[in-house]
């Protein structure tokens, strides 16, 4: 690129390079031969725009083009050019791009212009200073910021600042306010992606939507596995500028994602650090949880439902409790437009391609408006088409004003980004820069970065092609450094050594981390606390919806839960006989063991309702309930809405499964213990299905897939057969293990209710004093575990509540504890 003085325009096209300097008159720019500035990609108009002297500087304004110009991911008519101001032309259809970079240092820079503070003076005389979103004396208009957010008072005692109830949060140097807190000179307001300093007289706004930066230094981590250490990430050591696209590439297994998920802050580096404009990102990271952007590789929106309803939910979900539904719509309407799925808003998200699907969750995170944007293999499984416009859509994204990276194995369209990064075996970093000083830097010459990709993977043998080409020097330097080493070094490690000692290394590590922020002093020693003011019965109350929206959008998996309990009530009542529960035939041991067969019929299928109804229904969307956690998810509204929902089902199925049961079977008519017997045993087998609901969901949180935790149901139902009381006798050592059966409760609740004694503890004789065939003369033995009293009722009503309480605490704790596993 021309240093010298005066105005440069770099033009950036199929990979091709070239530099034009800009006198005092104008330049016609398009395809056709006869232009100033002639381009050759075939999407650029004959005649696309004009460049005009203006002052010192320079503006390109669109003469009428097909494709316009696009600067900070928009079209415009027309700009005055600030130095580092690119200017695309783009085509939408194939992806591809051509980039204009104005470069004069004798205009002001885009970087001081997006950074320059703006002064709110502070009146002494007046005692309330309001900050929000809408309304107030100091307006910052961020959908991370509340309506009202914070409020400054002068009071006896200084000038004190208030958080008045943000969902976001207020933090003075890096500590969340929690209570009021009197400002000094200098200290640092953060509030979404803006920093207020405070300056007695003023506050000093300073807008870092589009200006943050990213400085890792010697990012290292190791896993243990089978007692074996492995380096998976090592001492890594970037800087990535402002509105930067950077893709993180290499073979699988070499610490791609490691890398990203230790610059966004999922999964810190456990030695190293991260800054953001100067701030210790791990230690703050909740000032900038906000501002973080994440796609996982899974979808992050449930496909069931059409796409606008799931960012509805999205939005609900992450934006402030006082964004009303206008601005919520508009800022659905503003992501789809970025990402260019307005079209499809009212279509499920199963039904959309691959490629959409990916465009929708990148959409849900654009939501709350992320300035640090990080995605995990976002163009897996698409095709070199789809690809390519997600490239697109990505380089408009970081134009836009967001630091973007992405972690891609593919390289066709690599050249979209600012910087790439190579990583080789065990996590080692082998390059970081521009694309195309990748190719020389590898002295590839075909031009295809996939050759790469075979030139850094491997044993750095002194036979290898590759070292005997490209590495000779470098495996004569660890040589000489390890002289008593038994194995040759690996590829990537003898690349890393190459690179670190490059002029390309000092220029775009070293160099660039030299020119780090300082991080401010006060919050050197502040570790930011991390949790987010929310009102845990909105989230409750907007995640039942959702749940209830998801089951009902699913018709298929609905309609077959529905279905269990009349096809069970049939098949039971053509076995079972009318007169089971009530004695009306002689009352025999017979009878008896009629009644117990119904009962335990009764019990087991309410367990299995429960169980069956929940297994899958955390495992199935661990990629959504892990993007939200991270945002702002508390796990006991998660689960409650699970619990609310799946009690209904199990409601609607029991209701159901009596009905049909009543048609043949007769239910005592006597007086039950509490209520009458029918509503008792109603009342017991919702317990029991919501006793298997809470179980299901404990194999749900625990289970690593849907398909695990279907195949762990099996386990979970077999003991309720075998320790109900039926089939066994409980004795021994199965008695205590019968007490963690939900069936056995559930027996002897259904077993008071219907009053089983009653039938059981009469003479077994007919009317006429005859004993029938097949019975010994005198009463039946009573059963205590029968008793029809209040007290034993009532405590296995509680017994099952609190199996109910003590799986769903289990649950809780298992999402508790994957918080801290990646």
Known sequence: MITTAGAVLHISESGVERDVVLGRQSYTVGRAADNDIVLLSRFVSGRHARIEPVGQGHRIIDVGSRNGLLFAGQRIGERELADGDVIRI?????????????????????????????????????????????????????????????????????????????????????????????????????????????????????????????????????????????????????????????????????????L????????????????????????????????????????????????????????????????????VQARIMRVLTDVEMTPHRDKPIEALSGGQRKRVSIAAELLADPSLFFLDEPTSGLDPGLEKKMMYTLRRLADSGRTVVLVTHATANITQCDHVIFMAGNGRMVFFGPPVEALN??????????????????????????????????????????????????????????????????????????????????????????????????????????????????????????????????????????????????????????????????ATVSVWFGIINAAREITKEQAVYRRERLVNLRIGPYLLSKVVVLSGLVIVQTIILLGIVLLKVIFPGETGILLPPLLETFITL?????????????????????????????????????????????????????????????????????????????????????????CTPGFLETEAAFNHDPAHLVGRWLVLLIYAAGCMAIAAWVLRRRDRVV
């Open 441 to 602: 830097f590898f002295q590839v010459t075909s031009g295809d970065f996939a050759d790469i990709y075979t030139k850094i993977e491997g044993v750095g043998d002194p036979d290898h092609p590759v070292v005997r080409q490209d590495l000779q020097t470098e495996y004569e330097t660890w040589r000489s450094a390890n002289p008593q080493a038994q194995t040759p070094p690996s590829l990537a490690e003898l690349w890393e050594m190459r690179y670190r000692n490059s002029a390309l290394y000092q220029q775009y590590v070293v160099g660039r981390l030299a020119a780090t922020p300082a991080d401010p002093p006060a919050q050197r020693n502040a570790a930011a606390q991390t949790t987010q003011r929310i009102s845990l019965w909105r989230q409750f109350v907007l995640l039942t919806r959702r749940y209830f929206d998801l089951l009902r959008q699913d018709r298929r998996h609905l309609l077959i839960l529905l279905l269990q309990a009349p096809i069970i009530a049939v098949l039971l009542i053509l076995v079972a006989r009318s007169d089971a529960l009530t004695g009306v035939q002689a009352q025999d041991l017979i009878q008896r063991g009629e009644a117990k067969k119904v009962l335990f019929m009764l």
């Open 260 to 327: 990203m998920k230790a610059l966004c802050g999922y999964a810190p580096a456990e030695q190293g650090q991260v800054q953001v404009n100067g701030d210790d990102f791990y230690r703050n990271f909740a000032v900038y949880r906000a501002v973080l952007g994440y796609v996982p590789q899974d979808d992050i929106l449930h496909r069931v439902l059409p796409v606008q309803r799931a960012l509805e939910y999205a939005a609900r979900l992450r934006l402030p409790a006082d964004t009303a539904d206008t601005e």
């Open 90 to 258: 783009g085509d939408p259809a194939t992806g591809n791009f051509v980039s204009l970079t104005y470069h004069n240092a004798a205009v002001a820079t885009a970087t001081s212009l997006r950074t320059a503070p703006s002064r709110f003076p502070l009146d002494p005389a007046d005692p309330a200073i309001t900050i929000g979103r809408v309304g107030c004396d100091i307006v910052l208009d961020n959908p991370q910021v509340s309506r009202f957010h914070a409020q400054i008072d002068r009071t006896a005692d200084g000038v004190v600042l208030r958080d008045m109830g943000s969902t976001n949060g207020t933090f003075v140097n890096g500590q969340r306010v929690t209570t009021p807190v009197i400002l000094k000179a200098g200290d640092v307001i953060q509030i979404g992606a803006f920093k207020l300093v405070y300056n007695v007289s003023s506050l000093d706004r300073y807008d870092q939507q589009g200006a943050l930066r990213i400085d890792a230094r010697n990012l290292s981590r190791v896993v243990t596995r089978n007692r074996i250490q492995r380096i998976i990430l090592n001492d890594v050591s970037l800087s990535i500028a402002p509105r930067e696209f950077v893709a993180i590439v290499g073979g699988s297994g070499t610490g791609k994602s490691t």
């Open 686 to 774: 919702v317990l029991s299905g919501g006793a298997g609901m809470a179980l299901g969901l404990a194999i749900s949180a625990a289970s690593a897939t849907p398909d695990r935790a279907i195949s762990l149901v099996p386990f979970a139902l077999i003991p309720q057969i075998l320790f109900a009381g039926l089939i066994f006798p409980i004795e021994g050592i199965a008695t205590p293990l019968s007490w963690l059966t939900i069936s056995r409760w559930t027996m002897d609740a259904l077993g008071a209710s219907v009053d089983l004694n009653r039938l059981c503890n009469l003479p077994n004789t007919d009317d006429q004093g005859s004993i029938p065939p097949g």
